[in-house]
């Protein structure tokens, strides 16, 4: 989710001292492991906040300018992707979004949260979650895109 | 925007595609999609997109060394917390 095995690893450690500064306040209203995943989660946000990274773009998801977001497609006769997608090469596109985006499309796509979930952990509208997880998708497409149209070039 | 949804523009399409994905609705019924090869295109490479990433749970596994950092920062926390409240400063 960071992008950065060490910073992966430093997060993980405080993951785990909130873990036991708070095991006192887990009341079994969720499941634990519902309960740690989430502590977790706000871990990495507030991880993304201090680094200044705009979590979640509401104002921009708000807009209604495809123009000029990414993965336009209308008019743009670009071949599409073929029915499989090459783990590297998706894993390397992931690495290189944003984190908002980065943070909804593991958390729904890879992870299998629902929107829901997501609003509530990221104190956002679902219709947000929705909006982000579009142009993470997008974002991927034009990047695998780019990255098949190098390959094809001799 | 049109009342005819399979006169609807690819922009005014894509406008609604993150609802209509998002909804679980059924987009590739639509009627734009129907007609329109563009749109269609997306909407499949959006598909793969999200089906390959079911593929991708992290596979990365934590050094072992972490766990030890990690429990002598918890011992050195609870070491902390006996000596009593910190002075204010």
Known sequence: MVGNIAEAEDLTQEAFLQLHRKISTFRGESAFSTWLHRMAINVVLMQLRKKGLSLISLDEAMEPAPEQGPG?????????????????????????????????????????????????????????????????????????????????QP | MTGDPSKMSCAEFQAQLPELIGSGADAAAHSHIQSCELCRALLSDLETIAEAARQLLPVVEPPDELWEHIESAIKNEDGQADDGPKALK
Not at chain 1, 112 to 133: D, F, P, R, T, V
């Open chain 1, 72 to 152: 336009r497609s209308f008019g743009a006769p670009d071949p599409a992707l073929s029915g499989t997608i090459d783990r590297l090469a998706l894993e390397r596109a992931v690495a290189d979004l944003p984190a908002g985006y980065r943070l909804i499309f593991i958390l729904h796509d890879v992870e299998g949260y629902e929107h829901n979930e997501i609003a509530s952990m990221l104190e956002c509208s679902i219709g947000n979650s929705k909006s982000q997880l579009h142009k993470a998708r997008l974002r991927l497409r034009d990047a695998l895109r780019a990255q098949s149209r190098k390959e094809a």
